[in-house]
């Protein structure tokens, strides 16, 4: 306690964004497919343009990170306005500092290093954010979406340093809970205004985990004002303590949905973790289950939606191989239950018609398997189970007049 005010020592944005985002490789192939599809400067705004047989199909995408859907428009002026520019001179040089374009691990952390201190308590940005994804998902012809993110790292403690150079919690400033609320404000009149459904998860950090119980309370107090499930994120080589298993288990309790990045580049086990002793209905990645028999059946006997990405399972090195010898290949398959997402497309130019189309062109989707990958994560969504079904039959006639 110093004069009146709590401060909290947490960590800084570099060491944040580092946790989330720890990439070990990247496929240059993956690149040469987006620079194929572009002419100019590729921004988020024009990313997937030119794919518009794919763009009318209904879609559903239950894994996207707010603060990694962001538009390059806005964040430039928003760094422009608070001098967060870094060195770029101009709009071009700034959506090159942001996107992962050199496909190394420190490029793609200097993405985060730069986009979280720009928007980091600012409620106005935070909300508009949340609207302009509204919009964005409208266009790409999303149904209905879950966006994720950790109201810890959008509250003010990224932007007050303190002597130290740490940043600082002050709770005169912006709480993680003004973050919720600007974030559905931003999604309610976003969802009126452009015609489609959002919800969001609240995620708990894998190696924060002094932030989950406040992430359960949270969810449990906006539960339904957009708000339906908690995820954990993080560095997967962070442990799961007993605060994470504590949290998951009051969640459960609370009637929230649970997801979990698991299996993305941590181990199998991880998996197998998150839906035994933390209850996830959903996982986010998976990847890894490739690598144990025992796990691999269990996600498929039980039918647990996977939220594959599969342009950012590339870029985080979480796949190593050919794009056509993908794992989605092997779960699509064996009839898993799976769904197509787009993770970060601020740092991954990418959009819901780019990974549908790279599904077709390299996984050889058929347009009937995307469609039973839409009803499928429709029906492992997390809106109430009313909503759910009329979810499902909307799709179902959208699909049926294709
Ligand atoms: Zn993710």
Known sequence: MAGGINFRVIM????????????????????????????????????????????????????????????????????????????????PEFVDLIRCSKGDLASFLSSFDRILPIIAGDRELISQIAYELCEDQAKEGVVYFEARYSPHFMSSSFTTPNSRGKSVIRDDIMTPRDVVMAVNDGIRKGCQEFKVNGRTILCMIRPCPE???????????????????????????????????????????????????????????????????????????????????????????????????????????????????????????????????????TLLLNTMESEFQLAKTYFDFTDSQMKNMTLNAAQSCFLPDKEKTSLVKELQAKFDTL
């Open 12 to 91: 800084s944005p570099l060491s944040a964004a580092a946790i989330r985002y720890r990439k070990n490789g990247f496929a240059m192939n993956i690149m040469s497919y987006i620079c194929r599809r572009h002419h100019g400067t590729i921004t988020k705004e024009n990313a997937g343009t030119g794919l518009s047989p794919l763009r009318s199909l209904p879609k559903v995408q239950l894994h996207i990170h707010l603060d990694g859907a962001v538009r390059h428009s806005t964040l430039w002026q928003a760094a422009r306005k608070k001098g967060l520019c870094g060195p770029a001179n101009s709009f």
């Open 211 to 345: 932030f989950s119980h406040e992430v359960v309370e949270l969810s449990h107090e906006f539960l339904n004002d957009t708000v339906v499930g908690v995820d954990m994120a993080g560095d997967e080589d962070a442990p799961c303590t007993k605060q994470h298993i504590d949290a998951f288990r009051l969640a459960g309790d609370l009637g929230l949905h649970r997801t979990v990045h698991a299996g993305e580049l941590g181990p199998a086990e991880n998996v197998r973790f998150a839906v035994e002793q933390l209850g996830a209905e959903r996982i986010g990645h998976g990847y890894q289950i490739c690598q144990d028999p025992d796990i691999y059946k269990m996600i498929r006997d039980r039918f647990i939606h996977l939220e594959l990405c599969p342009t950012s399972s590339i870029y985080t090195g979480a796949w190593k191989g050919k794009l056509s010898d993908h794992i989605a290949k092997r779960f699509a398959k064996d009839g898993f239950n799976i769904g197509i997402n787009t993770d970060d497309p």
